[in-house]
């Protein structure tokens, strides 16, 4: 089992900046793909991005490319979501998830189904 809690959410002006938190229990990570993903009010659950825990390699949706950076830090167990220029559409629950991993590339993992393991969420709103 692992458990995961997010933090870090709050409400930021459009422009603005927020760094999230996963932190991770239960279970070493190393073969774990871990992935945030949002939802918004009446909207499906959508992937944000994606890592290996092992590697490092990443993979991001198309809409927030070069605006939000995922990473993780080994020693503390803990995966990061710095987000950037946030946008009122960025407005979501944000969750952690990890996936085992199935030995596939780092882009197959977009897909909610995959993930076997998912935080409580935090809530990001972004003002206009």
């Known amino acids: 089992q692992v458990q995961l809690v997010e933090s870090g959410g709050g409400l930021v002006q459009a422009g603005g900046s927020l760094r999230l938190s996963c932190a991770a229990s239960?279970?070493?990570?190393?073969?774990?793909?871990m992935g945030w993903f949002r939802q918004a009010p009446g909207k499906e659950r959508e992937f944000v991005a994606g890592?290996?825990?092992?590697?490092?390699?990443?993979y991001y949706a198309d809409s927030v490319k070069g605006r939000f950076t995922i990473s993780r830090d080994n020693a503390k167990n803990t995966l990061y979501l710095e987000m950037s220029s946030l946008k009122p559409e960025d407005t979501a629950l944000y969750y952690c998830?990890?996936?085992?991993?199935?030995?596939?590339?780092?882009?197959?993992?977009?897909?909610?189904?995959?993930?076997?393991?998912w935080g409580q969420g935090t809530q990001v709103t972004v003002s206009s």
């Open positions: 998830a990890a996936a085992n991993s199935r030995g596939l590339g780092i882009g197959h993992y977009t897909s909610s189904s995959l993930y076997d393991y």
């Open positions: 239960g279970r070493t990570l190393s073969s774990y793909v």
């Open positions: 890592i290996y825990w092992t590697g490092g390699w990443t």
